[in-house]
């Protein structure tokens, strides 16, 4: 039991010293009006609609897309200096990009940047924010409005082909669910099943 504590508060430790990348949007009137993305240097990723939900869709992103996110923070010096561009743009909502590690903190708050970094970055974390919503969208519908899984299957379908979804593993249990219950109508059942062979044919 003595060594079980001191392996776990040695791996809490460890946890708390890694790398990790955070970003929100705070725009109001957007729906959400709020969202953050935080990744893990192991892959380990979290999204929320709200700074104090406790209950936020985890998922799993790729080694090779975890490091090229993780690349693009080190191109930009894990946000040490400003982003904002030098010009009058509308307001598009408030973004932030957060690096800690241990000690290590640095934090950027920008509403419009030109650099082509900071922008492919902000991109993949909303297409990680992006990723959540389809799944609880259909994970929703699957629950509780079966007339409208084909709907939310349709979308799926088409953010996998404008390669919007990050973590695809996530959809994979509640697809499989949907293709192999009868309770739900052919079309939903072949879509699901379609979607989740594209899906694996993409795993590397």
Do not use: C
């Amino acid at each position: 039991m003595k060594w079980s504590l001191i392996l776990l508060f040695a791996s809490t430790v460890f946890a708390a010293d890694a790398p990790r990348l955070f970003y929100s949007r705070a725009f109001k009137g957007s729906s959400p009006e709020y969202l953050e993305v935080a990744l893990e240097k192991n892959g380990d990723a979290a999204y929320r609609e709200a700074v104090d939900d406790e209950l936020p869709v985890r998922f799993h992103v790729s080694e090779a897309d975890t490091r090229t996110v993780y690349d693009l923070a080190d191109q930009l010096d894990h946000f040490k200096h400003p982003l904002e561009a030098p010009v009058k743009v509308a307001f598009m909502g408030t973004k932030t990009f957060r690096y800690e590690n241990g000690s290590e903190k640095n934090e950027v708050k920008f509403n419009y940047s030109e650099d082509p970094t900071a922008r492919a970055l902000q991109d993949w974390f909303e297409r990680m924010a992006e990723s959540a919503q389809y799944r609880t969208n259909l994970e929703r519908a699957a629950k509780y409005d079966r007339l409208g899984v084909v709907q939310a299957l349709n979308l799926l379908g088409s953010a996998l082909d404008r390669k919007r979804l990050v973590g695809l593993e996530q959809f994979l249990p509640t697809l499989d669910r949907i293709a192999n219950n009868e309770n739900y109508m052919h079309t939903a059942r072949a879509q699901a099943a379609a979607i989740a062979e594209a899906i694996r044919k993409n795993q590397p």
